[in-house]
């Protein structure tokens, strides 16, 4: 049997299971304090530790990772021969409340805060019948277990049972249950050795001791902070495994909001970033400084939270990250501990990389100057960054959002350009003036949504008669105008909107228009979906790098009855758009992207168009 350490874990175990619930320097002897100080001490130091044990409650749970054991139990019923998902929670029902709350508050491995709990009552007995020389009854191994990983959580978190996935697929055919550690830094079918230190409502949050029975697949990571630092969940998977990961994820997050949005149009594979390391063009590391603190600059910690603890972890160079981004930490450290009493307090740092052109001379405009360029970095939040993408540029200031990985955006923004022309052939063709090489096209106008600097809009902006960008940001709209100007396109315009009435402004037939939205990772919002299925675009592109987002506001707009899905009960309810106000949407393909290798997060394009308009 092979054993994996994995001291990034072990280092938080440690400082988990050395903290006292009460530090015994922390402040005068009780026997000095009135009961004023008592009763603020015994609030604020874990006094309350020593009542009568509160029972994990639903609400303090994270919901993300209750529904993600329910996915996780219902797939593997259906997996089951003869298993069916839509009965996989009936068989799981609980007889009464009692039972339920009964069930999910007897984990089978007591947590290291219960341990503190019972050892820190042992020594206040022992002080009061002052039986010094008696040592508190050890429990030192209860909390530890070996667990068999069962899946990851779109986080990249292991979820875990005592027993082997065919033991957990009988116990949940009949009807019973299995309690859910959820592991960081472990792989699909691993055996690991883990500590629990904190018990919730039907799983318990674990650090990692070892891996007893490595996958396979593991490799090693390029990192040496992986498992401390907090940044990257996957360096120790192999690349083509993360992608198939990222690829699964959003097919359960679509499956998760509804079985028909994951089963009606299949989840391509994963677009691969061009390199797997060194793509990152932002960092933003942090400091603390307690208020009132003499540190020494040498011992000033400047980096990114230590996984499991808050605390800060110091980082000098970041694998992900571009080497100009990485000659800019450098320089940020340096300056930072130089100016170090200057701060009275903590502080987050920029690194942005910015693209400098190569013999440019003093005074001249971004046009005039040539083509190629330096790579070179910026540390002023307020700064001008430059950025490349294909044949356009695109400036804005270093503390605005641009995508983080310019190495894949020419691939992410030419999908989005090619299948816009793509739906549009597949559209009635309109007698339409002659344009070119677009005479007879449906689509002739291009709305872009949360346009920010601009960079789908200016992308996709050939083969438009018009472009207009909508952002509710005077900054953004601002960078986005100068964009256009800056690659000389005279069919973009970016204008100021109105939350309430976005497409107000827009003047064309929405017939004949496109639109793409790219909200933050939250999501949209009713408010704003209803507007657009309300505007009536012929297609609509959905960048998404929020995925469970993604698929409840599809979710929503499938209840609403805009977007029909073969089996859904608007797949009958014809010429209802007319009536409703609003148009239908037929999903035609979904296409995931690795913006952000070696972690768990994934982008993930919908398209969508108009059911009448389809040929």
């Known amino acids: ?102 069930w999910y508050n007897s984990p089978p491995v007591p947590d290291v805060f219960s341990k503190l709990r019972r050892r820190q009552q042992q020594q206040q007995q022992q002080q009061q019948r002052s039986e010094v020389d008696t040592q508190p009854e050890s429990s ?30 009988d116990r949940l055919r009949g009807g019973s249950r299995a309690w859910v550690y959820v592991v960081p830094f472990v792989l699909p079918g691993e055996t690991a050795h883990i500590k629990v230190f904190r018990n919730f409502w039907g799983y318990s949050q674990c650090d990692l001791e070892s891996v007893k029975e490595p996958s396979q697949q593991r490799v090693e990571p ?56 060194h793509y990152r063009t932002k960092l933003t590391p942090h400091f603390d400084l ?46 930072t501990r130089e100016a170090i009493k200057s701060y009275k307090r903590g502080a987050t740092l920029l690194i942005r990389e910015t693209n400098e052109p190569l013999g440019a001379e003093k005074g001249l405009s971004l046009e005039a100057q040539p083509a190629s360029f330096e790579k070179s970095y910026v540390l002023d939040p307020k700064a001008q960054v430059t950025e490349v993408v294909g044949h356009y540029q695109f400036k804005f200031p270093a503390s605005s959002f641009f995508q983080n990985n310019n190495l894949i955006l020419p691939a992410f923004t030419g999908y989005v350009r090619d299948e816009l022309r793509r739906l549009g052939e597949l559209l009635v063709p ?36 018009k472009v207009i960008g909508i952002e509710i940001s005077r900054e953004s709209i601002s960078c986005a105008n100068d964009n256009a100007k800056l690659n000389n396109l005279s069919n973009c315009e970016f204008i100021l909107g109105d939350a309430a009435e976005i497409f107000k402004k827009v003047p064309h037939d929405a017939a004949q228009t496109a639109v793409i939205i ?53 797949d009958c309810q014809e010429g209802a758009d007319e009536l409703l106000g609003f148009a239908k949407y037929k999903m035609m393909a979904i296409q995931p992207f690795d913006l952000f290798p070696q972690t768990a997060h994934v982008e993930n394009i919908v398209s969508l168009v108009r059911t009448d308009l389809l040929k």
């Open 140 to 169: 030192a191994d209860a909390s530890f277990a070996d667990v068999h990983v069962l899946e990851l959580t779109s986080g990249g978190m292991g979820l875990a049972t005592l027993e082997r996935r065919d033991i957990v697929v």
């Open 430 to 465: 309109l007698d339409v003036v002659e344009n070119g090489d677009d005479s007879g096209t449906r689509l002739r106008y291009l709305v872009d949504a949360y346009c920010g600097a601009g960079l789908f809009g200016i992308a996709c902006s050939k083969g438009f008669e």
């Open 518 to 570: 790219d909200p933050p990772r939250k999501g949209s919002n009713p408010a704003f979906l209803d507007q657009l299925v309300g505007f009536k675009p012929a297609v609509i592109i959905y960048v998404a790098c929020g995925v469970p987002a993604q698929a409840r506001d599809l979710k929503y707009l499938m209840d609403k009855g805009a977007l029909v899905l073969e089996g859904s009960d608007s």
């Open 290 to 335: 307690p208020k009132g603190s003499d540190i020494d600059a040498k011992d000033l910690l400047i980096g990114f939270n230590h996984h499991g603890r808050r605390q800060v972890l110091d980082i000098e160079q970041c694998v992900i990250s571009t080497e100009a981004v990485n000659r800019g930490l450098v320089a940020a450290r340096d300056r």
């Open 222 to 277: 390029p990192c040496k902070y992986f498992s401390q630092c907090s940044g990257c969940q996957l360096q120790h998977w192999g690349y083509a495994n993360q992608l198939e990961f990222k690829r699964r994820v959003v097919e359960n997050a679509f499956l998760l909001a509804h079985r028909l949005l994951g089963s009606t149009v299949p989840v391509l594979p994963v677009i691969a970033s061009p390199q797997p390391l």
């Open 1 to 102: 049997m092979s054993t994996v350490a994995n001291t990034g874990a072990q280092g938080s175990l440690e400082k988990r299971s050395a903290s006292p619930l009460i530090p015994e320097d922390s402040g005068p002897p009780s026997n000095l304090l009135t009961k004023a100080q008592t009763a603020k001490r015994f609030k604020t130091q874990g006094g309350r530790q020593s009542r009568k044990h509160q029972h994990p409650k639903k609400r303090h749970a994270d919901q993300a990772i209750l529904e993600e054991i329910e996915s996780l139990f219902t797939r593997l019923l259906s997996e089951d021969e003869g298993g069916r998902p839509e009965t996989a929670a009936k068989r799981r029902e609980f007889a009464s409340e009692e039972d339920e709350k009964d």
